[in-house]
């Protein structure tokens, strides 16, 4: 019954920004930990961003400095800023909760980083 969108997604230069959304209907997750994954070509998929329930987050390193995961909890939405996008950030990106639940993995959006 709950369901996560993720939108914002598309193809972009290198250096350039993004902003993805993770709206979800059915429910509240204003108490839960959220994530936000990605999972590139021929790679497993990988967390990239979590914002706890209180706020606090941490990232990847790979990603630390250039991207901010943010909720506002009153929309049920998560967002995903990317700043100084590289090519290796090209991956379908998906949220769910922290510990993600198996039944709530959506369609992700893609993002593409290449000139």
């Known amino acids: 019954q709950v369901q996560l969108v993720e939108s914002g997604g598309g193809l972009v230069q290198p250096g350039g920004s993004l902003r993805l959304s993770c709206a979800a209907s059915?429910?509240?997750?204003?108490?839960?930990?959220m994530g936000w994954y990605r999972q590139a070509p021929g790679t497993q998929r990988a967390l990239v961003a979590v914002?706890?329930?209180?706020?606090?987050?941490h990232y990847a390193n790979s990603v630390k400095g250039r991207f901010a995961i943010s909720r506002d909890n009153a929309k049920n939405t998560v967002y995903l800023q990317m700043n100084s996008l590289k090519p290796e950030d090209t991956a379908v990106y998906y949220c769910n909760g922290n510990p993600p639940l198996q039944s709530y993995w959506g369609q992700g959006t893609q993002v593409t980083v290449s000139s």
């Open positions: 914002i706890s329930s209180g706020g606090s987050t």
């Open positions: 059915g429910s509240s997750f204003s108490i839960n930990a």
